[in-house]
C-alpha cells in the first residue's frame, strides 16, 4: 500500500465473501480496510496494518462490513403496472394465459411504449432508491417492454440516465427478444431479423446494452430463435445471458452455456444433462425466487444438483411488474433459503461474489479485496447470517460508494 490513503476504516468485521479466505464468509475479524479514489488498497487484519497516513479515519464501531450488493437481473424500468393481472391470477387465471390473451408482458409493452422517457424516470426512480437503501450498489437493467427500434433504447437510455443521476453502478441488458410484439403476429422469424439487423446494432453503436438477454419459452422464443440472437450478440461482441427453463425444459441452457453464456437465469426446469454443460463451460446460474414465488410455482431449481456440481449460483429480484414486483434483494436472501435451501453464507454470496461473475464484473466487484472496488456497506449486525434471516428492520448503517459514504438515516 502507498503510505497515504484517502479513506481508513477500522475497527469493522469483514465478510470479504473472498473465497480464498477460510471460513464461511471470508470474514476478517477487528479488520481495517484502505481505500484511496474508488478502489480498496489495502484490508487485514487492523494488527498487521502498515504504517499509513489516512485523509480521513473512520470508525466501524465492531460492525459488519460485506461487499456492495449486486441485483444482476432486473426489468426496472417499465410503464404502468399489473395489479389487475395480480388479482386474475390470485382468481385462478395462469400467467401463461394471460400471456396468450395479449397481456402478461404485452400490457406493459403497451404502458412502456405509451410513456415518454421522463415518465419511466420517474416511475423508475423509486424502485432504484427502494434497493439501493437495503446496500444495492450495482444493478442490472434490462430493456423488453420496448420491442421495437424506438421504445428499446428508450428504456435503455433511461437505465444509462439512473447510472449517470445516482452513485451506483448501473448495468444495461438489451432483452428485445422478450416477446414477439402484437405488429409481428405470427412474423416471429421477421421480428427476430429486426432485432438482429437493428435493434441490437443501433444499441450496440449507441453503447446502451453491456450485454444480450433473451426469453426462452413456449411463451417467448424457441432455442433456434434465441441461438440467432446470440449469433448476432457475438458479432457485435457483447456478452449473452438467457431467461432459460423457467416454465419448460427447453434445452436454451445448455446452448446458452456452450456459446459461453454470462448466466442462465431461473432455471426450475433445467435438466441433468445441462447442469454437467454449466458446470463445464462456468456460467452462472441465476435464481430467482421472486418469480417463484409470485407465480406460486412449484418446481424448485435443482439446488442440490446444481451445488454439487460446482455451479455457481447466484440470487436476484428478477423486479418486474407481471412475476415479481418485489424491489427488496434482502427478501430474496431470504427466499432463496427458505424456498430453495441455499445456506445464509450461499445468499450472500449469491447477491455479491455470484451476482458480479453473472455480470462479468468479477474482476471489480463482489468481493472485498485490494484492487476491487470500494463499494461496501456497513451492517448494524451481531453475525452475516442475519442478512438471510432478518427482513424489515436491519438496514445498512453505511454505504460506501468508492471513498464517498452515505449515511442511511
Ligand atoms: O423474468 N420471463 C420473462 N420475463 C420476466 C417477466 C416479465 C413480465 O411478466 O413482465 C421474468 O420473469
Ligand atoms: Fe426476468
Not at 405509451?114 to 415518465?119: G, I, L, P, V
Not at 433445467?270 to 410455482?297: F, N, Q, R
Not at 438471510?388 to 464517498?404: Q, V
Request: some cysteine; proline content about 5%.
Amino acid at each position: 500500500m502507498t503510505e497515504r490513503c484517502n479513506l481508513l476504516i477500522t475497527n469493522v468485521q469483514a465478510a470479504t465473501m473472498d473465497p480464498s479466505i477460510p471460513g464461511a464468509y471470508g470474514a476478517i475479524t477487528d479488520a481495517a480496510v484502505a481505500i484511496t479514489g474508488d478502489k480498496i488498497v489495502w484490508l487485514g487484519p487492523r494488527g498487521k496494518l502498515p504504517k499509513c497516513t489516512p485523509d480521513r479515519v473512520y470508525d466501524g464501531e465492531g460492525q459488519w462490513l460485506t461487499p456492495g450488493l449486486i441485483d444482476c437481473h432486473t426489468h426496472l424500468v417499465y410503464g404502468g403496472h399489473r395489479a389487475g393481472e395480480f388479482s386474475r391470477r390470485l382468481g385462478g387465471e395462469s400467467y401463461e394465459d394471460m400471456a396468450l390473451a395479449g397481456d402478461g408482458i404485452l400490457a406493459t409493452v403497451r404502458a412502456t411504449r405509451a410513456a415518454s422517457a421522463e415518465t419511466l424516470y420517474r416511475l423508475a426512480k423509486p424502485r432504484l432508491e427502494a434497493l439501493a437503501a437495503e446496500g444495492v450498489t450495482t444493478i442490472e437493467i434490462k430493456s423488453g417492454y420496448g420491442l421495437n427500434l424506438e421504445a428499446e433504447l428508450k428504456q435503455l437510455r433511461v437505465a444509462r440516465q439512473l447510472g449517470q443521476h445516482y452513485p451506483l453502478n448501473i448495468v444495461t441488458s438489451c432483452l428485445a427478444a422478450h416477446a414477439l410484439p402484437p405488429e409481428y403476429d405470427d412474423r416471429a422469424e421477421e421480428y427476430i431479423d429486426l432485432i438482429c439487423t437493428e435493434i441490437l446494432p443501433a444499441a450496440a453503436k449507441e453503447q446502451l446494452a453491456d450485454a444480450v438477454d433473451m426469453f426462452c419459452e413456449s411463451i417467448g422464443f424457441s432455442v433456434a430463435q434465441c441461438r440467432r440472437v446470440v449469433k448476432c450478440a457475438q458479432q457485435l461482441d457483447l456478452p449473452i445471458k438467457i431467461h432459460a427453463e423457467q416454465l419448460t425444459s427447453t434445452g436454451a441452457a445448455a446452448m446458452a452455456a456452450m456459446a459461453g453464456a454470462l448466466s442462465v437465469d431461473h432455471v426450475e426446469y433445467i435438466t441433468d444433462k445441462d447442469i454437467a454443460v454449466l458446470a463445464e463451460s462456468g456460467t452462472t446460474a441465476v435464481l430467482l425466487p421472486g418469480a417463484y414465488y409470485t407465480l406460486h410455482e412449484t418446481r424448485m431449481p435443482p439446488v442440490d444438483k446444481l451445488r454439487a456440481a460446482g455451479v455457481t449460483m447466484a440470487l436476484s429480484t428478477d423486479l418486474n411488474p407481471g412475476t415479481s414486483p418485489l424491489a427488496s434483494l434482502r427478501l430474496m436472501m431470504n427466499m432463496g433459503c427458505q424456498f430453495f435451501g441455499l445456506t445464509p453464507s450461499e445468499a450472500l454470496a449469491g447477491v455479491t461474489r455470484s451476482a458480479a461473475r453473472a455480470l462479468g464484473l468479477s474482476c471489480s466487484r463482489g468481493v472485498l479485496r485490494p484492487g476491487m472496488r470500494a463499494d461496501m456497506v456497513l451492517w448494524p449486525m451481531d453475525s452475516p447470517d442475519q442478512l438471510a434471516y432478518e427482513i424489515g428492520a436491519l438496514k445498512p448503517a453505511e454505504i460506501f460508494y468508492g471513498d464517498n459514504h452515505v449515511k442511511n438515516d
